[in-house]
Nanobody
């Protein structure tokens, strides 16, 4: 069974940076997989942030974060990072990572089979 554990959330001032980590267990070096980050602010719908494929390293970003956030994958550590720079108050949300085994990076949350518990990011103005 695949399990995902996020960390790295916290409180930061606008313009600051945070790096989120998503550690996967239950995935071997031979597995093809994709990991994505989603976020959900209070009273709002879930929003895709970024995704990455283990097959070719291809990435996708939402328009809201492109140019400020970077998703990377350390396959040896089975860890996906989300580097978030120039944070804005509207980035405040619970950030969750999700994974699936076919290796195709997608921003569609319905494709993902495994989800972490989430980590809170709060950006003060």
């Amino acid at each position: 069974e695949v399990q995902l554990v996020e960390s790295g959330g916290g409180l930061v001032q606008a313009g600051g940076s945070l790096r989120l980590s998503c550690v996967a267990s239950g995935i071997t070096s031979d597995d093809d997989y994709a990991i994505a980050w989603f976020r959900q602010a209070a009273g709002k719908e879930r929003e895709a942030v970024a995704s990455i494929s283990s097959l070719d390293g291809s990435t996708h970003y939402s328009d809201a974060v492109r140019g400020r956030f970077t998703i990377t994958n350390d396959n040896a550590k089975k860890t996906v990072y989300l580097q978030m720079n120039d944070l804005k108050p509207e980035d405040s949300a619970v950030y969750s990572c999700a994974g699936h085994r076919n290796g195709i990076a997608t921003m569609n949350w319905m494709i993902y089979d495994f989800w972490g518990q989430g980590t809170q990011v709060t950006v003060s103005s």
